[in-house]
């Protein structure tokens, strides 16, 4: 009997772990992930709040783990450093329709933008490509029973989340990205925030 409980935990503690998956299983994770991260932070999640704020992202050098956990909030200290999950539909840029580019919170550096950002229904803000793939860098991510491909930063190494083969096109990929690994800026703030070469993305043509 002790046995068969330990090996319950064991499953329900791993599949908490989860990152973004098929909708079934973003549904069956839900309500733990959305309990476990009650005990990362008695503050709201602000996405604005990390420290991705330099103009001077092409010549970031990462902090140590120390500088990160203080200057992170919990969840984005979790979710980028330790490849934690934040929860679904309750996160800041699920729902996010405004025009602007995504960065990193930790480096600052370019990763995605709104004109490829979909909603695919899952809960996290979801992608068709990266603004920069040279931003990005993946990996086997083998945690779960099956083996998905862990996205990452590649100057500031952070987790931010996966990607998968069901998307729509061109690409047929869907970034499935956590918010809380991301700062949002707005078309109109590009420039004062060292990104003006983007601006002209988001231009009438």
């Not at 004109?115 to 083998?142: A, H, L, V």
């Amino acid at each position: 009997m002790k046995v068969a409980v330990v090996v319950i935990v064991i499953l329900l503690y791993v599949f908490g772990l989860q990152g973004c998956s098929s909708a079934q299983q973003e549904d069956k994770s839900a309500m733990k992930v959305k309990n476990d991260v009650k005990t990362l932070s008695n503050e709201p999640v602000d996405a604005g709040s990390g420290i991705g704020q330099s103009k001077s992202w092409k010549n970031f050098k990462k902090p140590d783990d120390a500088t990160l956990k203080k200057t992170l909030m919990p969840l984005q200290y979790e979710v980028t450093q330790h490849e934690g999950t934040e929860p679904p539909f309750q996160n800041e840029y699920n729902t996010n329709k405004l025009e602007g580019i995504y960065v990193d919170i930790v480096s600052g550096e370019p990763l995605f933008s709104s004109i490829d950002k979909y909603d695919s229904g899952t809960g996290w803000p979801s992608f068709s490509k990266p603004i920069e793939p040279d931003n990005i860098t993946t990996r086997q991510d083998r945690r779960l029973l099956s083996v998905r491909t862990e996205v990452r930063s590649k100057r500031g190494d952070s987790h931010i989340g996966h990607v998968f083969p069901d998307g729509p096109g061109p690409t047929g990929l869907r970034y499935c990205m956590n918010s809380s690994a991301l700062r949002f800026i707005g078309k109109e703030d590009l420039e004062k925030e060292g990104y003006g070469e983007y601006r002209k993305l988001f231009e009438k043509k």
